[in-house]
């Protein structure tokens, strides 16, 4: 039997539409530029650091050049934010079964072994 979910606990299915959906909007965006920078920087030693690297990437491939990747991206986070979300939203529910406050520390450690489980 499912123990009983109190109100303001997310469904499965919410923690999992917010592990897509919030990865549809960060990565593009924010991730995958940063990781295409990176993958160059970490090839090649023509750039003086990621400001240079971002520049020579909108000059010789645009907007276009940025996004290169992005669905690899995706592929990998996916699955790991989804497990991240999940792993925490379970293990805050266990641990604040009778109330709703839960400490600093506490949440930190949720957080921890969420991620290390998510990844």
């Known amino acids: 039997s499912s123990p009983t979910r109190r109100q303001g606990d997310f469904t499965t299915r919410q923690i999992l539409c917010g592990g897509i959906f919030s990865q549809f909007i960060v990565c593009p965006l924010i991730v995958n530029p940063?990781?295409?920078?990176?993958?160059?920087?970490?090839?090649?030693?023509?750039?003086?650091?990621?400001?240079?690297?971002?520049?020579?990437i909108w000059r010789n491939e645009g907007l276009k050049g940025l996004t290169r990747g992005t669905t690899l991206t995706l592929a990998r986070d996916v699955p790991s934010f989804c497990t991240y979300f999940l792993m925490y939203e379970s293990l805050r529910s266990v641990i604040a079964s009778d109330s709703k406050h839960i400490d600093l520390f506490t949440t930190a450690v949720i957080g921890g072994v969420s991620g290390m489980l998510g990844w």
């Open 34 to 56: 940063l990781e295409r920078a990176k993958c160059l920087l970490q090839t090649s030693q023509q750039f003086k650091g990621q400001i240079d690297c971002f520049k020579y």
